[in-house]
């Protein structure tokens, strides 16, 4: 079967670093993406992996390792408006379907 | 810019009527997605559509059916709906293959059953 794994919530303080680790075991592998979404609105795409290694982006990084099975999100310099979840989403083939974690849900606290 | 727009924010329907959910996208993109989104579940997809008449079932779709006539609209029907069908149902749209094509989503549309 298709799973995909992350942690329900987390808590981090603004302006420390904070990790959002993902795992996963699908059918193939074909990309891993990384959705924001803020209580009440629809999910935004924040970065997408395909290979192994980090993708930088601003205040955002994500890190994949394909043999593991994991990726994480790294966001630096948090700010209260990164209060939101993150999902962890995952494409099992060259289609376009989308397998989607739960999603963690961040709070920053001042 | 990207657009997907969904009919309603909010709804509210009895159990037992027929309920349509309409999208549209104005992006030309062939894939279109309805997904439900519940606490603690996370995104499920219900159905997709790779083109124009083309329909394919998603992990949920029981108590579902979908419809796809023109390219940029994708509806969504509840034939009767039930309490259980409460939820924040979430359109998208993407374009065809792999790599950093990902999938747009509409505003979501949150319905109660009563």
């Known amino acids: 079967g298709q799973n995909i794994d992350q942690p329900t919530e987390m808590t981090a303080t603004e302006g420390a670093i904070v990790q959002i680790n993902c795992t996963y075991q699908t059918s193939g592998f074909n990309g891993l993406f990384w959705y924001q979404q803020h209580a009440g609105e629809a999910p935004t795409f924040l970065s997408y992996?395909?290979?192994?290694g980090l993708e930088e982006k601003g205040r955002f990084s994500s890190f994949l390792s394909r043999s593991k099975g994991y990726s994480y999100l790294l966001l630096k310099e948090l700010q209260m408006k990164d209060s939101a979840s993150y999902l962890c989403a995952v494409r099992p083939s060259s289609a376009s379907k989308i397998i989607f974690g739960s999603g963690t849900r961040l709070s920053i606290r001042p | 810019d990207v657009k997907v727009t969904q009919s309603s924010r909010y709804l509210v329907k009895r159990t037992g009527e027929k309920v349509f959910l309409e999208c549209v996208q104005d992006?030309?993109?062939?894939?279109m997605f309805w997904y439900r989104q519940d606490p603690g579940l996370g995104l499920r997809l219900i159905y997709f559509s790779y083109d124009v008449k083309m329909k394919e079932k998603g992990d949920i779709p029981e108590g579902y059916s979908v419809s796809r006539e023109k390219k940029e609209r994708f509806s969504l029907i509840l034939e009767s709906a039930s309490t259980n069908q409460t939820s924040m149902y979430l359109c998208a749209s993407g374009l065809t293959g792999g790599g950093t094509d990902t999938q747009y989503f509409g505003p979501g549309t949150r319905l109660t059953v009563l």
């Open positions: 992996n395909v290979l192994d």
């Open positions: 992006m030309d993109h062939e894939n």
